[in-house]
Structure formats: C-alpha cells, structure tokens
C-alpha cells in the first residue's frame, strides 16, 4: 500500500502563487508515476498535470500549461505543484494521485489509470 499527503492549500489572491507537495509512504518502490488533479466544487474532478518518477516524462492540462510547474524529488518519494498566476477558476480541492504503473502521456490525466489517492488540500483564489 501507499499513503499520500497533500500540503501547501491555502487562500490566496487572483495573481498569486502556491507550491502544493505531496509525500509518498508505504511501498514507494512500486510507485512509478504521480499525477495532481483537482476538483472544483460542483464539478467533476481533472487532471492537472502527470509525471512519471524516473524518467521525467509529463503532461500538462492546456489549462494550466505556462502557469503550472511540477517537479519531483525521488529521494523524497515527493512531487510539487507549483501555482503561479493563479486564477478564479483554480479554486478546488487539489488531490495527488499515484500509480505502480508507468503511465504513458495519453493515461496519465485518467482517474483510473491511478490506485493511490491522497485526501486533498483546499486551494482557494479569490480577490
């Protein structure tokens, strides 16, 4: 099993930013690509941006692609979403998600392409 936790919500203006992390525990090992998607509320939940762990390999949402920035640290089984510029329309509820498998570009932004959930950080804009 693996247990993930979500850090780093929080209130902010439009324009601003927010670094989200996500720790990874239990069997690491097995975890080989992490992806961030979030919910808002009243709405289904959508990927926000994949990585897979030991190869780089990502995807963006278009919706956040130049604003959003992902990056990793094996060594801390951990992933950072980096918030800039952030508008009205990011506000939801943020989720980190992973998976043993190594997902390929065009499975990384399904839901079930991923077995581990987070409980999700709040990460509201609003002026």
């Known amino acids: 099993q693996v247990q993930l936790v979500e850090t780093g919500g929080g209130s902010v203006q439009p324009g601003e930013s927010l670094r989200l992390s996500c720790v990874a525990s239990?069997?690491?090992?097995?975890?080989?690509?992490m992806a961030w998607f979030r919910q808002a509320p009243g709405k289904e939940r959508e990927f926000v941006v994949g990585?897979?762990?030991?190869?780089?390999?990502?995807s963006y949402a278009k919706s956040v692609k130049g604003r959003f920035e992902l990056s990793r640290d094996n060594a801390k089984n951990s992933v950072y979403l980096q918030m800039n510029s952030l508008k009205s329309e990011d506000t939801a509820v943020y989720y980190c998600?992973?998976?043993?498998?190594?997902?390929?570009?065009?499975?990384?932004?399904?839901?079930?392409?991923?077995?581990?959930w987070g409980q999700g950080t709040q990460v509201t804009v609003s002026s």
């Open positions: 990585t897979r762990r030991f190869d780089g390999i990502s």
């Open positions: 998600a992973a998976t043993s498998t190594r997902a390929i570009t065009s499975t990384m932004g399904l839901e079930q392409t991923y077995e581990y």
């Open positions: 239990g069997r690491t090992s097995s975890v080989f690509t």
